[in-house]
């Protein structure tokens, strides 16, 4: 990964700070791999900095398990499982419908024209013939948290935020590919259902274009098979543990007989 091209070099005084937020961004806007490894040198010398305000802002994401250190000490986008995303995209159409929902009665006309603009710009690029992915997941991800704190709950808010940063790399697959999704322009028209639904001020349409969003992206990455995933590796492990015993027990049997 060129890092150099995906941040911008800082020259603020709160670096640990500027240096989170910038690989915050990165990771809740897909933008690096599950897998991928980073270097604390290399990032410190894409953002201009020392390794220092680097390995706090590293230090912090690795708490909120956005990162993680591998038993050789290297560092790199946690791998996630299957069971694990299908854990949090139920986890994110409850929270997030909650706060769709919230922001349907809350809207005004300001937010409303606001989220409006967004669904345009989204809908303008996937009818591009080669849309650009940037722009795409940028737009995306404005137009779900215009949505989202509208709802005036900050902590409900934090809490989303928190599970895009985890699931960020992963998150945007079907829009880094150009997926039949974005070919067909599904995601479009959930969102477009989503805005109708909050001009309505329908609380319950709005939440329920949303869990159609979410789960549909979700559906899709996980048959995508992009994901390596320990539960699968435990399945094969478990089977060929069957297997072996059987044959064991079917030998046992033909040695008695």
């Known amino acids: 990964m060129v890092i150099t091209a995906l941040v911008t070099p800082l020259t603020r005084q ?8 910038q690989l915050r961004d990165l990771l809740m806007n897909g933008k690096v791999m599950p897998g991928e490894q980073l270097s604390l040198r290399s990032i410190a010398e894409a953002l201009g900095v020392s390794v220092m305000p680097v390995r706090e802002a590293v230090n912090r994401l690795v708490a909120e398990q956005a990162l993680e250190l591998t038993s050789t000490r290297v560092l790199r986008v946690p ?19 909650l706060a769709t929902a919230q922001a349907a009665s809350l809207l005004d006309e300001l937010a409303l024209h606001e989220i409006e603009a967004l669904h345009e710009r989204f809908s303008h690029e996937t009818s591009l013939k080669r849309p650009d992915k940037s722009r795409l997941i940028e737009a995306n991800k ?37 997926s039949t999704r ?17 001009k ?6 709005a939440a329920a274009a949303l869990r159609d969003d979410i789960e549909s992206a979700a559906d899709y990455i996980v048959a995508a098979g992009v994901m390596v995933t320990a ?6 492990s478990g089977a060929a543990i069957a297997t072996s015993a059987n044959a064991r027990a079917t030998t046992a049997a033909r040695r008695r007989a």
């Open 79 to 97: 791998m996630m499982t299957v069971s694990q995303f299908r854990e949090i995209t139920c986890i994110r159409t409850n929270l997030e419908g």
């Open 200 to 205: 309505k001020k329908d609380a319950i349409a």
């Open 142 to 178: 404005e137009l779900h948290f215009a949505i989202y704190s509208q709802a005036r709950m900050p902590m409900l808010l934090q809490m989303i935020e928190s599970l895009w940063l985890r699931t960020g790399p992963i998150l945007n697959y079907d829009l880094r590919t150009e």
């Open 231 to 236: 539960d699968a590796v435990q399945e094969r």
């Open 14 to 21: 709160s670096l640990s700070a500027d240096v989170y937020k």
């Open 182 to 198: 974005v070919t067909k322009r599904e995601q479009a028209d959930h969102h477009g259902r989503l805005v109708t639904a909050l």
